[in-house]
């Protein structure tokens, strides 16, 4: 079985075991997830979760953060760590999408990295979770599981983003990703996997299976 194959047989096992996967972040539109995104670097989805409850209570556009008082945004998401950087980045963000986009999140990923503090793992996220496109996520669990699954070879996020747009079909790159993520907070954790429970482990080089 090649690379492909493997990576066809995992993508249709991660299907069956976890039907109802989906983003974590809670959002309803795009700036919603983006700013969601940027506070999730170094902090727990649950917790980014808690924060944008009253964050997107105050401020709803992006003209309504690109005029915000930084010192304000701190306040809100302090809990998220990195609090300073974070608020900085949003407050500029959304600045740039009212004055060089029309108050519109940009749907590919060459202009969402353009924005102060989006890479491009929160570029794909938007492109595929908002608008619908093949979209590669190379999270910490994606990293991981892709390497574990032989699927990557590198810890380099944008390397990984590369050799999974290699072999995960694009219709199915969005939902791999976030299955790949429930996978590993459920199963393929980062240091007590369980391999007796998982239902890749027929694909997994890792138990010596290949």
């Not at 900085?88 to 519109?104: F, G, H, P, T």
Request: net charge positive.
């Amino acid at each position: 079985m090649n690379k492909q194959e493997r990576a066809l047989k995992i993508i249709e096992a991660l299907e069956i075991n976890y039907p109802d996967a989906h983003c974590s972040l809670e959002s309803r539109n795009a700036l919603e997830l983006l700013i969601a995104t940027r506070l999730s670097a170094q902090c727990t989805d649950e917790r980014v979760n808690i924060v944008t409850k009253d964050l997107f209570a105050k401020y709803k556009t992006a003209e309504d953060f690109a005029s915000a008082d930084i010192s304000d945004i701190e306040n809100i998401i302090h809990s998220c760590g990195l609090y300073k950087t974070k608020a900085r980045d949003i407050v500029a963000m959304c600045k740039m999408l009212v004055n060089e986009y029309n108050s519109v999140v940009p749907d590919t990923i060459e202009e969402l990295v353009k924005l102060p503090g989006v890479g491009r793992k929160t570029a794909n996220l938007i492109v595929g979770d908002i608008y619908g496109k093949p979209s590669y996520v190379a999270d910490t669990h994606c990293i991981r599981l892709s390497n574990r699954l032989g699927l990557a070879n590198s810890k380099d996020p944008y390397k990984v983003e590369q050799e999974l747009r290699r072999v995960i079909p694009p219709e199915k790159s969005g939902m791999f990703c976030h299955r790949l993520v429930w996978h590993g907070r459920a199963v393929c954790k980062a240091r007590a996997p369980m391999c007796d429970d998982c239902c890749l482990r027929e694909y997994c080089p890792r138990i010596g299976v290949k």
